[in-house]
C-alpha cells in the first residue's frame, strides 16, 4: 500500500514536472541542437554560418542565419520536453530576398499589370 503511494506520487511528479516545462523552447532548444539542427537543414558545416536574432516563444525558437557566403535565411524550430528529455523539431529554413527596387522608369520587361494600373511603369 505505502509502495503503491509513493509511485503514484512519482509519477504525478513526473507529469508535473513535463507539463510545467513542455512549453519552454528556451529550455529545451540548446544552441548546440539549433545549430546541428539548421546545419542539417541547409546541407551546410557548422563552421559555415552563423546564428542570430533568437527569440523563443513558446515552444517555438524563431532566428535569423546568415552563411559565410552572404545567404540570408529565416528559421524556427519547436522545442519540448519529453520522459525521455529535451525533443527538438528539424529546422525549417526559408530564403530572404533583397528586395528589388522600384523605380519609376521600370523598364517593360519588369513592368506587369498592377505597376502600369499604379503609374509605375
Given amino acids: 500500500m505505502k509502495q503503491t503511494f509513493i509511485h ?3 509519477a504525478s511528479a513526473l507529469v508535473a514536472i513535463s507539463a510545467l516545462t513542455s512549453g519552454c523552447a528556451s ?3 540548446s544552441n548546440d541542437s539549433l545549430e546541428q539542427n539548421t546545419a542539417s537543414s541547409l546541407g551546410l558545416p557548422k563552421s559555415a554560418f552563423t546564428i542570430s536574432d533568437r527569440v523563443d516563444n ?3 525558437s524563431t532566428y535569423t542565419v546568415k552563411t559565410n557566403s552572404g545567404k540570408q ?3 524556427y524550430v519547436t522545442g519540448t520536453f519529453s520522459i525521455l ?3 527538438v523539431s528539424d529546422a525549417i529554413c ?3 530576398r533583397k528586395p528589388v527596387k522600384q ?3 521600370t523598364s517593360d520587361r519588369s513592368c506587369n499589370a498592377l505597376l502600369k494600373a499604379a503609374g509605375k511603369c
Fill in 8 to 10: 503514484r506520487t512519482l
Fill in 27 to 29: 529550455l529545451a532548444v
Fill in 58 to 60: 513558446g515552444v517555438k
Fill in 73 to 75: 535565411y529565416s528559421c
Fill in 85 to 87: 528529455g529535451p525533443v
Fill in 94 to 96: 526559408n530564403g530572404i
Fill in 103 to 105: 523605380t519609376t522608369g
